[in-house]
């Protein structure tokens, strides 16, 4: 078979197109339109005539037609080259463009590592390979703080169109990027054998997986955790550290399955309005506090992980410990500004009973009708000091 001898214009043809990822023929008609746009311009023909451009692949020239028949000025491909040089750099950017959207048009609502690039106001400009996404405000991770070339994992929600044009938008507070993290991380889950059934997260505090088995023989929650938990810590280290990743068995038993997701609280009984959706839930005292958890999140997780409303009481009536302590903090602060307040009295009476005492010898048999009157202002105090003791 003979050679292929390829023109300068053919490999320089197929370097574009296989370094911008787009394919050859889009370049080739991005040229022929260039090449009819500078016809037009630089001899205003009739935008009604029908002219098309014979363009060789493998040699490059260009002929413009006019009704089948050749028109081409002479030198025009020098011209035209020095005219459409803009018009096909531009169009191939834009081709360029396209292709990278169609590529990570499959991609949306899988994870993807990065490099953050800059600062953009609120937002997040970051590299993700062949492009740049942005990361707004609303999709960033309260507890984290970013930095320039700092890598991550975001994870891809979508292509959005904006005053720029299209976008593609990553985020690091979606559940998703739990979900793909536990994919990366447990081949288990990657091969279906355990599926992450429902999923709540609140980014930078916790965040709740109900997970389950679809092979017999498999322990889905072993298999999340991992030996000594380094797999659940992998997914940890990714979110930053600080995030708790609690991770609980899926069951039908909608009663159970409200015990495990208020987690790490036991020893709870449910009672359930299959009408109303709601789920009554009582506590022993001193696991008041972790069924709950900080400002309310451990019970707010277990409410969206289970799609139920969630109403919580202790067994026996008593408030939780954060509760206790904040009142026991009021009281201590009463007593101290009681305590306070009765000795400023005292100073008061002291100097008109030393000039008694000193202006008269029969003033002094009266200063102690001046105790008393003491003793009258300290009493009550210290009586309310009782009450609030008591």
């Not at 008609?29 to 001899?43: P, V």
Request: proline share 5%; charged share 25%; net charge negative.
């Amino acid at each position: 078979m003979p050679a292929v001898v390829r023109s300068e214009f053919s490999l320089a043809l197929n370097q574009v197109a296989t370094e911008r990822g787009i394919d050859p023929n889009v370049v080739m008609e991005t040229i022929r339109a260039a090449i009819l746009a500078a016809y037009r311009k630089d001899y205003g023909t009739d935008d009604l005539i029908t002219l098309t451009v014979d363009l060789n692949s493998d040699t490059g020239e260009a002929r413009v037609l006019q009704d089948g028949k050749d028109v081409t000025p002479p030198g025009f491909g020098r011209i035209a080259a020095q005219t459409a040089k803009q018009v096909i750099l531009q169009r191939i950017r834009e081709a360029e463009k396209q292709a990278v959207l169609s590529d990570y048009q499959g991609k949306v609502g899988g994870i993807a590592p990065g490099m953050i690039l800059r600062f953009d106001g609120p937002n997040v400009i970051v590299d993700i390979g062949r492009t740049q996404a942005v990361m707004p405000n609303q999709e960033q991770n309260p507890a984290e703080r970013y930095y320039l070339n700092q890598r991550l994992t975001f994870y891809i929600e979508g292509i959005r169109e904006t005053m720029r044009g299209n976008e593609i938008i990553v985020s690091r507070a979606h559940k998703g990027l739990v979900e793909g993290l536990f994919a990366r991380e447990v081949p288990e889950v990657a091969q279906k054998s355990v599926e992450l059934r429902v999923v709540a997260r609140e980014a930078g505090n916790r965040t709740k997986v109900a997970v389950y088995s679809t092979a017999p023989g498999v322990d889905p929650v072993g298999s999340c955790v991992g030996q000594k938990g380094v797999r659940v810590q992998a997914v940890i280290n990714e979110l930053g550290g600080n995030e708790k990743v609690d991770i609980i068995q899926w069951s039908d038993d909608m009663k159970q399955f409200i015990m495990a997701s208020l987690a790490p609280a036991k020893d709870m009984e449910v009672t359930l309005d299959e009408k109303k959706q709601v789920a009554s839930v009582l506590v022993p005292d001193d696991q008041l506090s972790l069924a709950i958890g900080r400002d309310g999140g451990n019970v707010r997780l277990a409410a969206k992980l289970t799609g139920w409303k969630i109403d919580i009481k202790g067994k026996g009536g008593s408030v939780p410990v954060a509760e206790e302590s904040s009142q026991g903090e009021t009281a201590a602060t009463e007593e101290k500004s009681v305590a306070e307040e009765a000795p400023a009295e005292a100073p008061e009476l002291a100097p008109e009973v030393a000039k008694e005492v000193v202006a008269d010898a029969a003033a002094a048999e009266e200063a102690p009708e001046v105790a008393p009157s003491e003793s009258t202002t300290t009493e009550p105090v210290q009586a309310s000091t009782d009450t609030k003791e008591s």
